[in-house]
């Protein structure tokens, strides 16, 4: 759910959940009165009661009224007995009522001074008694009910016993203290109900994903967050979850990179280790006098020569494979013919291949005028690399090595195929990655950095073209690569 929705759920919930609660407790406490007024039971201030009528007061204080009647008639000398009166007046002081008691136009008692002193100037008149005792006096402006009964004293004056009765919607003190506690429990229910709600909702989520990024802080990239949840909460575990395997992904990258870099320059330092040593050698055995012929000298010069081509290969690779890292191959692009330009490249590898017995086949099925796009210098790197790398796994005491260019109508597909050891199938899609050997303990005394053919790759791919290889273990390998042709638009032969 939605903080939005959370919280236009809670502020509802306190006004309503109260107010609902405090209804039902309200209709549930009306009905226990009514029920208790259907018994015609005496309604005092221990009991609950509401909103009373002038017909309810009438009843609470007619049998009061009857007695007095009964005494009055039995011995009106009762109305002057002190305990009597405070007897009466305590009856009624629990029917919400007082007693006034007139001798002549004189207040002689009453159960409730303060109050009798309001209304005893409009009190009625001896004689004046209703004749309907159920009725009473109703003065609407004082909401009081005021029953009558006309006496004489002892000495023959004349008297009045009034019974008063507030007629006003009352709570009694035992109801109102039911109700606040049991406004406050509701309030407390309420709140309760809504914290525990937040808190599972809210609270509880946040410190997950706090405990989560402490993880993270310590490097723990291990630690997971799962939901189900659709709003924010849910959004906020699914980035969290996003950025953790983000920067998984990165560490794990850098890791390898860092590996890989280091297996460079172990790859780097063993295969300058090599000629530097062999050369180091040959120069002393020219020093020493050891090279005492001129075919000797020959032989030593050329083997130093070869070493310190091997060595300016490696710079040159070290050198492109930093062009990579950075995307910072430089390149000039210009039209070159197909088949003035690989001719020259297969001129220029053939003497070198030669010297090592390997036999180059060159075969160009494109047409004379066909040109492409290109970098003449990158593109030359592109045929030196693969075809170094057919001579450096050639394992045939005869090789060959073949060279196609092909027409694939508005692209030319150059294939470089030697009859080397080949390629396992299981290594075949991973030879263009940096620093990837098939098999590092076989072919470390073959040297090389590892980067070769992911050099080849870039440069294919930076000339728009794409490359592949097939292969078959033993029997040899073919590298394929695709660049467009440089097209002539037809406006332009009109």
Request: net charge negative; with cysteine.
């Amino acid at each position: 759910m939605k903080f939005k929705t959370r919280l236009l759920v809670t502020s509802a919930a306190i006004v309503l959940v109260p107010f609902l609660l405090t209804c039902i407790m309200f209709l549930v406490v009306v009905s226990h009165v009514e029920d208790a007024e259907g018994e015609l039971s005496i309604l005092d201030k221990d009991n609950l009661s509401f909103a009373y009528t002038v017909e309810n007061y009438s009843y609470v204080t007619e049998q009061v009224l009857e007695r007095v009647k009964e005494q009055i008639a039995k011995d009106p000398s009762k109305m002057e007995d002190q305990a009597y009166l405070d007897s009466l007046a305590a009856d009624l002081n629990r029917k919400f009522s007082y007693i006034v008691v007139r001798k002549g136009d004189k207040l002689y008692y009453t159960g409730n001074r303060k109050a009798a002193d309001k209304i005893f100037n409009m009190l009625p008149e001896y004689g004046n008694e209703m004749p309907d005792s159920e009725t009473g006096l109703y003065y609407n402006d004082m909401k009081k009910l005021v029953k009558q009964v006309d006496f004489q004293f002892t000495d023959g004056s004349k008297g009045s016993f009034f019974i008063v009765a507030s007629v006003t919607s009352l709570i009694s003190k035992n109801m109102l203290k039911r109700m606040i506690v049991a406004f406050i429990l509701v309030l407390c229910l309420t709140s309760a109900v809504l914290t525990r709600w937040i808190q599972r909702g809210v609270f509880k989520p946040i410190n997950q994903l706090n405990t989560a990024m402490q993880n993270i802080a310590e490097g723990n990239l291990e630690y997971m967050l799962t939901t189900e949840e659709k709003g924010e909460i849910g959004e906020l575990y699914r980035n969290y979850e996003d950025m953790r395997l983000r920067l998984k992904e990165s560490l794990d990258e850098k890791f390898e990179h860092e590996h890989k870099n280091k297996e460079l320059v172990s790859n780097i330092s063993h295969d300058l280790k090599t000629p530097i040593t062999s050369i180091k050698g040959y120069v002393e055995g020219i020093m020493d006098g050891v090279a005492d012929t001129p075919e000797k000298m020959d032989k030593y010069i050329r083997t130093i020569y070869d070493k310190a081509n091997d060595m300016d290969r490696l710079i040159n690779e070290l050198t492109t494979y930093s062009g990579i890292d950075t995307n910072r191959i430089p390149y000039t692009f210009r039209r070159i013919n197909v088949a003035d330009y690989f001719g020259d490249c297969v001129e220029e590898v053939g003497l070198d291949l030669e010297s090592k017995n390997i036999q180059l086949n060159y075969e160009d099925l494109v047409e004379p005028s066909t040109q492409i796009i290109a970098d003449p210098e990158q593109l030359k790197r592109v045929i030196n690399n693969i075809i170094s790398n057919s001579v450096k796994y050639m394992n045939k005491e005869k090789g060959v090595i073949d060279i196609r260019i092909l027409d694939e109508v508005d692209a030319i597909r150059v294939e470089i195929e030697d009859n080397g050891m080949g390629v396992a199938a299981k290594d075949l899609p991973n030879i263009f990655e940096r620093f990837y050997r098939t098999d590092a303990s076989r072919n470390s005394s073959k040297g090389g950095s590892g980067i070769g053919l992911s050099i080849v790759k870039k440069i294919i791919e930076d000339h728009g073209g794409y490359i592949w290889a097939t292969s078959k273990e033993g029997e040899g390998t073919c590298m394929h690569f695709v660049i467009r042709k440089y097209l002539t638009s037809p406006e332009s032969l009109v």
